[in-house]
């Protein structure tokens, strides 16, 4: 989906154009788009519906609301949104890219996106006033020096597993690696959570996000370049007010 707002002050293009499409998106969640909005008698809607070609919904629990502005709104309390075990979600030895819209209004822990239990998996954490990505018990990638609570951020997780692992803050390379890359192959029998985390729960989770998530994505097999990270960042960045 793309949304045309023009030209910002500096003459950066806002909007408009598609995101990077290929057969690693796996997963395409965009609450703008009312195609995104499943409906299963739930009120609000119970779920989320996957816009890639691989279908991938998501089950929304415990009251996570979806909201009309382009965004899902979490308390922190037990709120989450999951899928069951997918082998789309197993990382194997691939490389990956995560990218999403939040906007956490605490600076409590936050679990944002992971397919994780300790200490196993993957998972993208707001912890101890910075962003943090894991892969298995190796933080590979840390950031405490952007500011990631209190507005809208477009953060984006790549890792090229025979090279480097990259942060972005809104389109900008925010850090380069920080751990030793797992190597590994990384495939786990876990849900796939946004908002807090578990193992195989579908009642209740742990470190919820408290405030709003709006598009994200997830490509297994490639680590998208800057370029592409900006042209995702660019699609929606005007919604948000970047």
């Not at 045309?4 to 950066?12: A, F, M, T």
């Not at 919904?57 to 997918?86: P, R």
């Amino acid at each position: 989906m793309g949304i045309n707002i023009g030209i910002d002050s500096d003459g950066h293009f806002i909007g408009g154009g598609e995101v990077v499409q290929n057969d690693n998106l796996v997963l395409h969640l965009d609450p703008y788009d009312y195609g995104s909005m499943g409906e299963n008698g739930g009120t609000p809607p119970n779920y989320i519906r996957d816009l890639s070609a691989y279908e991938n919904d998501f089950t929304m629990i415990n009251g996570a609301d979806s909201k009309s502005e382009g965004h899902w709104s979490f308390d922190g309390t037990d709120d989450f949104a999951y899928i069951i075990d997918d082998s789309d979600f197993d990382i194997g030895t691939n490389d990956f890219t995560i990218q999403m819209w939040i906007k956490l209004t605490t600076t409590d822990t936050a679990y944002i996106f992971n397919k994780w239990s300790p200490f196993s998996g993957y998972l993208m954490v707001f912890y101890s006033g910075s962003m943090r990505c894991r892969m298995n018990d190796v933080y590979v990638n840390v950031d405490s020096v952007k500011t990631w609570t209190g507005n809208w951020v477009n953060v984006a997780w790549t890792c090229d597993r025979d090279g480097s692992t990259k942060l972005y803050h809104n389109g900008v390379l925010a850090n380069t690696d920080y751990g030793t890359i797992v190597t590994s192959a990384i495939n786990t029998s876990y849900y796939t959570y946004i908002s807090g985390y578990s193992n195989t729960s579908t009642t209740a989770t742990t470190d919820e996000i408290t405030g709003y998530v709006g598009p994200v994505l997830f490509y297994n097999g490639i680590a998208l370049n800057e370029n592409q990270i900006n042209q995702n960042f660019n699609v929606y960045r005007g919604i948000y007010g970047i």
